[in-house]
């Protein structure tokens, strides 16, 4: 069982930053696949970033040049930096985790193991 928590989230204003981390418990997570996905409200939650376990990145359209995802093996972490943040950017932020090997389709939650309780991120206008 792999346990994810999430921190990071907050308060900003419209072209600020913020920094979420993904802290994951196990031995073994240099190879998790690694994703953050968000529920803004009244909407369904979207796909916003992954990484593999040899760090290839993958981005929504809505977030590719603002935001970098990135990987700490040393740390167990999982880091989302949010760069020129924007009003439609508020949402819970979720980190996901996959732990079995196969096809990996990294913008489908259906494609992930284990999920955080989300950390929620609001940027005021």
């Known amino acids: 069982q792999v346990q994810l928590a999430e921190s990071g989230g907050g308060l900003v204003q419209a072209g600020g930053s913020l920094r979420l981390s993904c802290s994951a418990s196990?031995?073994?997570?240099?190879?998790?696949?690694m994703g953050w996905f968000r529920q803004a409200p009244g909407k369904e939650r979207e796909f916003v970033a992954s990484?593999?376990?040899?760090?290839?990145?993958y981005y929504s359209d809505s977030v590719n040049g603002r935001f970098t995802i990135s990987r700490d093996n040393a740390k167990n972490t999982v880091y989302l930096q949010m760069n020129s943040l924007k009003a439609e950017d508020t949402a819970v932020y979720f980190c996901l985790a996959r732990s079995r090997v196969g096809n990996w389709k990294y913008g489908s939650e259906d494609n992930y193991d284990y999920w955080g309780q989300g950390t929620q991120v609001t940027v005021s206008s």
């Open positions: 196990g031995r073994t997570f240099s190879n998790y696949y």
């Open positions: 990484i593999s376990r040899t760090e290839l990145t």
